[in-house]
T-cell receptor
Framework: GQQLNQSPQSMFIQEGEDVSMNCTSSSIFNTWLWYKQEPGEGPVLLIALYKAGELTSNGRLTAQFGITRKDSFLNISASIPSDVGIYFCAGQGVTGGGNKLTFGTGTQLKVEL | DAGVIQSPRHEVTEMGQEVTLRCKPISGHDYLFWYRQTMMRGLELLIYFNNNVPIDDSGMPEDRFSAKMPNASFSTLKIQPSEPRDSAVYFC???????????FGPGTRLTVL
């Protein structure tokens, strides 16, 4: 099935650094979601975006719904060791009755102490 | 509130055996989704239900896969007969009708020998 282009594929950063990742699509979406998945667990919802241009924060996490509606960005400020995991974007459009999510390929984040 | 509950968390079986995965969605959620996650293909939607009715099963790989939702609080995904290539992590997710945010269970790691 289709997957969204998510970059970078992986990041190895120092504790305290800021992190940025993005997700792009060839299709327009009306919802963007960001998830974090840790080993052996299911994806956990971090942030939901519903409007083009919307900027939403959840603690040290900030996500934006791109103006073109074809992209989204996630920033993590002052990273800490527990930020380690795989971050997935997911978009929902009008195909599939507007109920299906299309997932990104994931960004694996590793934090060096 | 309890999240999505899945059982078993791990399943090891031999090729040709029947496998049944179980899911209890979040109470009050109208939609239930079954996904499969592999390294090669990422998260794939298999089937989803709305108000216990299967809406889209186009992601079900073969006739060996079947899913049911006999009531609002229980769903099963059955594989019969199982094959080694079915080895993956299977997730169940649910959401309310008025929101696009899907909440995932912890997953079932299936290994078919």
């Amino acid at each position: 099935g289709q997957q969204l282009n998510q970059s970078p594929q992986s990041m190895f950063i120092q504790e305290g650094e800021d992190v940025s990742m993005n997700c792009t699509s060839s299709s327009i979406f009306n919802t963007w979601l960001w998830y974090k998945q840790e080993p052996g667990e299911g994806p956990v919802l971090l942030i939901a975006l519903y409007k083009a241009g919307e900027l939403t924060s959840n603690g040290r996490l900030t996500a934006q719904f791109g103006i073109t509606r074809k992209d989204s960005f996630l920033n993590i400020s002052a990273s800490i060791p527990s930020d380690v995991g795989i971050y997935f974007c997911a978009g929902q459009g009008v195909t599939g009755g507007g109920n299906k999510l299309t997932f990104g390929t994931g960004t694996q984040l590793k934090v060096e102490l | 509130d309890a999240g999505v509950i899945q059982s078993p968390r791990h399943e090891v079986t031999e090729m040709g055996q029947e496998v049944t995965l179980r899911c209890k969605p979040i109470s009050g959620h109208d939609y239930l989704f079954w996904y499969r996650q592999t390294m090669m293909r990422g998260l794939e939607l298999l089937i989803y239900f709305n108000n216990n009715v299967p809406i889209d099963d186009s992601g079900m790989p073969e006739d060996r896969f079947s899913a049911k939702m006999p009531n609002a609080s229980f769903s099963t995904l059955k594989i019969q007969p199982s094959e080694p290539r079915d080895s993956a992590v299977y997730f169940c997710a649910s959401r309310r009708a008025s929101y696009n945010e899907q909440f995932f269970g912890p997953g079932t790691r299936l290994t078919v020998l």
